[in-house]
């Protein structure tokens, strides 16, 4: 509960992050995740029971003596509609057979659905379900793109899943980062590209809260922090997830247009390591450090159809040259499933064009 109080905050920015909180902190929700969970009683048995020699000689035995609800996790969300839609991360709605609940900055709890998850960004969406019509207070959503290095920036959320509404300022430390991350205590892990790294504190349960600018507008989705070093967190820019709002308001769930390959986007390091004869696009067949993946065109796909084929690099897509500016993934961010492509392609110390009608992708 809030401590009221007179304070007088000391500098214009000490008042700009005050106002950003306390507009925005009443639509971040903490994410609770509760299962049933077998208990087991122990009991003890004689092996020899019946023999002359066995004794008191007892084994120690368990069986399974019902179920109890447990908390299996949790994190954190924002409510972006007056109807209860939220926005939190992908990683936070593992749990299979699991039973999700929000708690609002006010006690208020309710049981969500899992509208959509998206298929390539540590990005969902679920919705608060109630009967009675209940009017949630939302965020504004700001651009991202205008964030620049040195820019401050507020962090809100459930720190360690416990201490509600935590915040903490920093600014944004980096921009365009790309990361490998883990969701604590599972085996899940993806890699995100156009990251945003900030100094401000995010821990274990801030997962899906947002990252906000002195207007108080989300401007990133915290997602994951260092474990190697301290004070560097990382947020999903709030344009990524622009699109899927969107989507999931229009259709009910996110799709994506599909090309069907692995591959990574050539880097100088890769040039020297492995002689290539350029130095930009995306090698399919190959993972970031230049070694091969297992499979390089996915069979049936659109890009199996289309003939593309383990060390092809595509050079540009409708014309644009594929670059660390422009990487195939960002690229393909602004095409939709049944679009047509030209691919410029390098096979063989020789150009070729593919034409490509792209697949789709649901997550």
């Excluded at 368990?62 to 447990?70: D, H, L």
């Excluded at 954190?76 to 999700?100: C, P, Q, R, W």
């Excluded at 929000?102 to 109630?130: C, H, Q």
């Excluded at 290095?149 to 920093?170: C, H, K, P, W």
Aim: charge should be negative.
């Amino acid at each position: 509960t809030a401590v009221k109080n007179n304070y007088i905050p000391q500098t214009t920015e000490e008042e700009k992050v005050i106002a950003a909180v306390k507009e925005s902190s009443q639509a971040v929700v903490s994410i609770v995740i509760t299962k049933d969970v077998p208990i087991f009683e122990k009991y003890y048995i004689n092996p020899f029971e019946g023999e002359f020699w066995g004794g008191d000689f007892l084994i120690p035995q368990y069986r399974e003596k019902g179920s109890e609800k447990q908390k299996v996790g949790g994190g954190t969300g924002f409510i972006i509609s007056k109807d209860g839609m939220i926005v939190t991360n992908k990683h936070v709605l593992l749990e299979e057979d699991a039973d999700y609940t929000v708690f609002l900055n006010n006690g208020d709890s309710y049981p969500v659905e899992i509208l959509a998850k998206d298929p390539f960004y540590d990005i969902a969406v679920i919705k608060i379900k109630t009967d009675n019509q209940v009017e949630f207070p939302t965020v504004k959503l700001g651009d991202s793109s205008k964030l620049q290095l040195g820019q401050t920036v507020i962090a809100i959320g459930y720190a360690l899943g416990e201490f509600e509404n935590t915040v903490s300022t920093g600014v944004v430390s980096g921009l365009g980062r790309s990361i490998t991350a883990v969701a604590q205590g599972t085996s899940f892990a993806e890699s995100l590209e156009g990251i945003i790294q900030t100094d401000a504190a995010i821990n274990p349960g801030n997962s899906g809260g947002p990252l906000l600018n002195l207007a108080g507008e989300v401007i990133g989705i915290n997602v994951a922090r260092s474990e190697a070093a301290e004070n560097i967190g990382f947020s999903l820019p709030i344009n990524m997830a622009k699109r899927d709002i969107e989507q999931v308001k229009a259709e009910g769930r996110i799709v994506y247009p599909y090309l069907g390959i692995y591959y990574t986007m050539i880097t100088d390091e890769l040039v020297q390591a492995n002689d290539l004869p350029i130095d930009h696009g995306a090698w399919i067949g190959h993972a970031v450090d230049g070694s091969k993946t297992k499979t390089a065109v996915i069979p049936g796909t659109a890009a199996d159809k289309a003939g593309l084929e383990r060390e092809d690099i595509i050079l540009e897509l409708d014309g644009t040259k594929l670059d660390s500016e422009n990487t195939l993934a960002k690229l393909m961010l602004r095409k939709k499933p049944g679009d047509v492509v030209l691919l410029k392609i390098l096979r063989d110390n020789k150009e070729i064009t593919k034409q490509v009608t792209l697949g789709e992708r649901e997550g």
